[in-house]
């Protein structure tokens, strides 16, 4: 907060990161638009992502376009989550690809920081993304794509995609496969839960 206080545009993003996970979400909404205002890319997205939230469709618009074309994975997903919520799916899924691309072309070149993965708190929106990119591409029938990016965010350390592709070989009637990928989302959830559980309560309260 002090640091915030004096101007610091990442201190600004963290304490609206923060006090949103406490559930104080005028302050945190406060705060993060100081910190986009200032020109951060990350309190863009979470700005966008907050103004969603509560109905602010078209400033959420905006503030998620900025982040986007600044290479923020997070803004990338948050917009293709608006254009979802409007059944918008081609427009939806082009943001998703698009933020699952970037977000796993950053890793690959060492700067998504997520090794070990940091949790989808701290990950920069990339396994949320990923993940709802997969989700959309089997809700619509591409299941060998969606399997592909399952695959993708499992790789990272995401334990929902794991879980989701036990789902998929548990439909295709493989239950050896099913128990398999049932085994690593269970590995991987108590890692996560292990390494990152200050980072999941702030990201969800």
């Not at 990119?133 to 619509?140: E, G, I, N, V, W």
Request: proline share 2%.
């Amino acid at each position: 907060r002090s640091a915030a206080i004096r101007g610091d545009a990442h201190a600004m993003t963290t304490l609206g990161y923060y006090l949103g996970g406490q559930g104080d979400l005028q302050s945190a909404e406060q705060w993060t638009r100081e910190a986009a205002q200032s020109g951060d890319a990350v309190a863009m997205a979470n700005l966008g992502y907050r103004l969603a939230r509560r109905g602010a469709y078209a400033d959420a618009e905006y503030w998620g376009l900025k982040a986007a074309g600044l290479g923020v994975p997070g803004a990338m997903h948050n917009l293709g989550l608006l254009y979802e919520e409007r059944g918008e799916v081609t427009l939806a899924l082009d943001w998703y690809r698009r933020g699952a691309e970037r977000g796993y072309a950053d890793v690959q070149a060492g700067r998504g920081g997520v090794d070990p993965w940091p949790g989808e708190g701290r990950d920069g929106g990339i396994s949320n993304t990923i993940l709802c990119l997969a989700d959309l591409l089997q809700r619509t029938g591409r299941s060998p794509e969606a399997e592909h990016w399952y695959r993708r965010g499992a790789e990272l350390g995401d334990a929902r995609a794991a879980a989701a592709l036990a789902r998929v070989f548990a439909s295709r009637g493989d239950p050896a496969q099913a128990v398999t990928w049932r085994a690593e989302a269970a590995t991987l959830a108590r890692a996560n839960l292990t390494r990152n559980e200050a980072s999941l309560r702030a990201a969800y309260g």
